[in-house]
């Protein structure tokens, strides 16, 4: 079993990091759009989207049978479908693959929850460390006013309601964000994630994250089909 | 008081455990399920509350696991994190509750049989103790035992012959009773490593069920009375395992033409995440 930055492959991995709100995963769809314009075969790949699990961890979730330790485990499972049969063969085929989350939000969310820091780490040891990782970070005010708008109230794990720390969603949310940001930070200097200043335009964010990638994708192979 | 053999999950009050957890192990078919249906009435006369469980029962993945496994598709690590979020569960709403209320917890397999699975799928030992550190420590494990010669006949006027009890995603050939006895014979001397390392007791299961049952019912009745416990067998030493230049172990199979299995080099890459 290879480990974290063992691996070699001749496809990039880009993830994007972040607390709900921070704009990331809009991001991320405009830098699929721009790569795959750019002709690279580019794949996306999300958090909690194996079809063997999905479904699992959406019940659990639903019926609040989830303690931090089987929220943990089954995301680590969902997770591992997508490494074993997805990402890890898409990058060995070169391809340009994007993940929106990935083990750092495993590493925020479980730690938060009580869960060995050590220990989950050690879980998500196999997964293949990324190109970039780019954490956008945004005060959680900001985080707060986006997330405001255009929807009405939050979920139970979502909002860390079983952590017990508010009985308000929304003051829970806040709470349980506000702790999320502290692990991101300090897995900043951890993992040499790339912090991008989420408070800035859309634009300027987006121009910034395509210097980046494409400094990394000098020599990754344009993957064309014919039309 | 109880211990894990690693972290302790969040929540988890290891004080005033104060009921049994008793481990029944071993390779599929030996019998296992047939003595805890004698067991727990045997238990039961005694007046001792028993709840019973086993691998893929819990309310969360039990039917996921079943589910996925039918369509063979699950990858080596993706199946071992998926009994370890099964075992989580029950370890969480039924063997630690049934503990704290006194009950004798009867388990049919524990993390040990997942180890040795996944051991020969090519998860590496550290990941996988690891990813199980969790797993309160039993007070005893009973491994019922049973060469491959005497497993055979046992499987074959049960069940027959099962996809994954002949370790048929391994491929290790392309008949199922060949598979069937490469796969046993080398779970079984991954066993035997767990046996010695975490103390297993164990028990000759080629003996009939009534001599099973009685040895098992002795082991049990040692620990209920909480006297110190003399090893029913000794284990004999098993082989030294192969080292691999990087120093990871080799899944030995026993297998005829090269090739086949997960062990040899050029095939692994497409079996397991290496």
């Not at chain 1, 991101?184 to 991008?196: I, N, R």
Request: net charge neutral.
């Amino acid at each position: 079993m290879k480990r974290y930055s063992e691996h070699r492959f001749p496809g990039k991995l880009f993830v994007v990091e972040g607390i709900d709100g921070s704009g990331k995963s809009t991001q991320l769809m405009l830098l699929h759009q721009w790569l795959k314009a750019e002709g690279y075969g580019v794949v996306f790949s999300e958090w909690n989207s194996s079809p063997l699990v999905r479904d699992i961890t959406k019940r659990g979730k639903k019926k609040q049978m989830l303690s931090p330790a089987t929220f943990s485990l089954i995301h680590a499972t969902d997770f591992a479908d997508r490494m074993e049969r997805n990402i890890i063969p898409l990058l060995k085929a070169g391809a340009v693959v994007l993940c929106d989350r990935y083990i750092y939000t495993a590493f925020a969310r479980d730690v938060v929850r009580g869960m060995d820091p050590k220990w989950v780490r050690e879980l998500y040891s196999y997964a293949v460390k990324p190109t970039v990782m780019f954490y956008f970070r945004v005060p959680l005010e900001v985080a707060m006013k986006r997330l405001m708008n255009g929807r009405n109230g939050f979920k139970y794990y979502e909002a860390g309601m079983d952590l017990e720390l508010s009985e308000d969603p929304e003051e829970s949310f806040q709470m349980f964000q506000g702790r999320i940001i502290e692990e991101y930070d300090k897995m900043v200097p951890e993992f040499e994630l790339t912090v991008v200043d989420a408070t800035l335009p859309i634009e300027v964010e987006q121009a910034q994250m395509r210097q980046v990638v494409k400094s990394k994708l000098a020599q990754a192979k344009r993957l064309r089909v014919a039309p | 008081m109880r211990e894990a053999y690693g972290v302790v999950l969040p929540g988890m009050n290891l004080a005033d455990l104060t009921g049994k957890l008793i481990v029944i192990e071993g390779t599929d078919g030996v019998g296992r399920s047939t003595q805890i249906d004698l067991l727990v009435p045997w238990l039961e006369q005694q007046g001792r509350a028993v709840v019973d469980t086993g691998l893929s029962r819990s309310a969360l993945a039990g039917k996921g696991i079943k589910q996925a496994k039918e369509g063979h598709t699950l990858g080596p690590l993706t199946l071992s994190l998926f009994y370890a979020t099964d075992f989580a569960d029950r370890l969480e709403t039924e063997i630690v509750p049934a503990l704290r209320a006194g009950f004798v917890v009867l388990t049919d397999r524990y993390i040990y049989s997942l180890m040795a699975r996944a051991m020969l799928r090519g998860i590496d030992t550290g990941w996988l103790r690891n990813a199980y550190s969790f797993a309160l420590k039993p007070d005893v494990v009973f491994y019922l035992r049973i060469g491959v010669d005497d497993l055979i006949p046992r499987v074959v006027f049960s069940r027959g012959f099962d996809y994954w009890e002949s370790g048929m995603d391994l491929h290790p050939s392309e008949d199922m009773y060949e598979s069937f006895r490469k796969y046993q014979t080398a779970l079984l001397a991954r066993f035997d490593e767990l046996a010695q390392e975490y103390r297993f007791e164990v028990i000759d299961a080629s003996a009939g069920v009534e001599t099973v049952f009685r040895q098992l019912r002795q082991g049990i009745a040692g620990v209920l009375s909480g006297e110190p416990r003399e090893p029913l067998f000794a284990v004999e030493s098993p082989k030294a395992p192969a080292e691999e230049p990087g120093g990871r172990k080799v899944v030995e199979m026993p297998v005829a033409s090269k090739g086949a299995v997960g062990a040899t080099e050029p095939k692994k890459e497409e079996k397991v995440v290496s």
